[in-house]
């Protein structure tokens, strides 16, 4: 069974950075997808972010609320993906997911907090 770790996430000042990491284990495709979702209490589960695991060197996406803040980013040989966030907005508050696309299957990490408060 497909493992996503996620780790990174805290408490952080309006303003401030954080770098959020995921890693995939237990599996071994070559062409995927990772990407971040995020979830705020009481809304529906939004995608952040998204890059491409395959031959090109990997397509990014990003939501429009997070471009030019965001980056997403991966390591093929660790099969992780990054996400670093600057200029954090308390309306960035949220627990974090990383998801992975395989063919027609998709895997779900556990969630990681990001809070943005002073």
């Known amino acids: 069974q497909v493992q996503l770790v996620e780790s990174g996430g805290g408490l952080v000042q309006p303003g401030g950075s954080l770098k959020l990491s995921c890693e995939a284990s237990r599996f071994t495709g070559r062409i995927y997808t990772m990407s971040w979702y995020r979830q705020a209490s009481g809304k529906e589960r939004d995608l952040v972010a998204s890059?491409?695991?395959?031959?090109?060197?990997?397509?990014?996406a990003y939501a429009n609320s997070v471009k030019g803040r965001f980056t997403i980013s991966k390591d093929d040989d660790r099969k992780t993906v990054y996400l670093e966030m600057s200029s954090l907005k308390p309306e960035d508050t949220a627990v974090y997911y990383c998801k992975l696309n395989w063919n027609s299957d998709e895997f779900w990490g556990q969630g990681t907090q990001v809070t943005v408060s002073s």
């Open positions: 890059i491409a695991f395959d031959k090109t060197g990997g397509g990014t």
